[in-house]
């Protein structure tokens, strides 16, 4: 499998599965940059929140991506993009991997599924490029109820939503609601400032970083000055 170089993206998603730990998928963006910035957008937009693991195939795969929200799915759900290529040598799938389900070229939207498994006809279309990896809660995704398998209609939870998995699915689990954490470099403190709760808060902590970087600068400047001084001269 190839190491990820470049931008990793964290996301955290609690679940319905009782006395279960969160599931936290790290997205590679070097493994398929379209797809992923995709997939992140619609987490950051909380469409994943709520929705149900609609389709759960035990030793195969688990597969969600539609809410009960017939226009939040039309607006955002249905929006497809451009295939991404396979990388050479390709990722084989395994236990964990993250893709898109899709039907056909660049038909990739917001369904997403995780491999329980090795299946070797996974990876073999073109929308099933990994998109990266779960690195924990492996086991919360396995304790899916997987008693409905194939059943679930897509075209009936498009139509008539949540009434329909409860009059017929009732024990199907869900997401609850995911986070996202995003490490690239200069937008850190950008994503922080979003989560508090005032403007007040926000240029608080702004300011307090920016005195505590010219702190440790003028810390560091005093400090090398200091070793310069009592270092050797060569004539």
């Known amino acids: 499998m190839s190491h990820p170089k470049g931008k990793i993206t964290k996301v955290t998603c609690g679940t319905t599965v009782k006395d279960s730990q969160p599931i936290v998928f790290e997205f590679y963006h070097d493994w398929a940059p379209l797809g992923v910035d995709h997939a992140i957008s619609l987490f950051q937009d909380g469409f994943f929140d709520g929705i149900p693991f609609f389709r759960v195939i035990k030793g195969f795969l688990v597969q969600f991506g539609l809410v009960y929200d017939k226009e939040l799915q039309k607006r955002l759900g249905d929006a497809s993009i451009q295939d991404d290529p396979q990388l050479d040598p390709p990722i084989p799938f395994a236990p964990g991997i993250i893709s898109y389900a899709g039907s056909g070229k660049n038909s990739r939207s917001s369904h997403l599924f995780v491999s329980y498994g090795s299946a070797k006809s996974l990876g073999t279309q073109p929308w099933e ?3 990266g990896l779960v690195t924990s809660g492996m086991e919360t995704l396995t304790a899916l109820n997987g008693e409905y398998g194939d059943k679930p209609n897509q075209n009936k939870i498009r139509n008539r939503g ?12 869900h997401m609850t609601t995911c986070t996202v954490d995003v490490n690239e470099d200069g937008i850190a403190i950008s994503k922080l400032a979003t989560s508090f709760s005032s403007e007040e808060d926000k240029l608080f902590f702004i300011s307090s970083a920016v005195v505590g970087a010219f702190l440790c ?8 000055k200091s070793r310069g001084a009592g270092g050797t001269k060569s004539n």
Do not use: S
Request: net charge neutral; aromatic share 22%; glycine share 0%.
């Open 129 to 131: 490029t990994p998109l």
């Open 162 to 173: 949540r009434e329909y998995i409860q009059e017929e699915f009732p024990n199907m689990h």
């Open 217 to 224: 600068f003028f810390t560091l400047r005093k400090f090398l």
